[in-house]
């Protein structure tokens, strides 16, 4: 079993940058690639970027440029560099151990002036 804990989310005015991050313990081993993933208000949950285990990344077509993931294996923690954001960033962000049933609690992000 793999425990995930996000920290980061928080009010931000647009054009503003946040830095999420997401803490893994327990099983870690079993652990490859780690993804985070969002939930606008009423809207079903998407992925937000993926990074594997030797650092490769998938980002949503839509982020690309504004949202960097990255990944510090000896501390077990990935992060989700958010920059220039916007109102439709708002949402709950998510992180999950892909390949696993494992997400973490989410993070609240708010975009709003």
């Known amino acids: 079993q793999v425990q995930l804990v996000e920290s980061g989310g928080g009010l931000v005015q647009p054009g503003g940058s946040l830095r999420l991050s997401c803490a893994a313990s327990?099983?870690?081993?079993?652990?490859?690639?780690m993804g985070w993933y969002r939930q606008p208000p009423g809207k079903q949950r998407e992925l937000v970027a993926s990074?594997?285990?030797?650092?490769?990344?998938i980002y949503a077509d839509s982020l690309k440029g504004r949202f960097t993931i990255s990944r510090d294996n000896a501390k077990n923690t990935v992060y989700l560099q958010m920059n220039s954001l916007k109102p439709e960033d708002t949402a709950v962000y998510y992180c999950?151990?892909?390949?696993?049933?494992?997400w973490g609690q989410g993070t609240p992000v708010t975009v709003s002036s």
């Open positions: 990074i594997s285990g030797i650092g490769v990344t």
């Open positions: 999950h151990a892909v390949g696993t049933r494992s």
């Open positions: 327990g099983s870690i081993f079993s652990i490859n690639a």
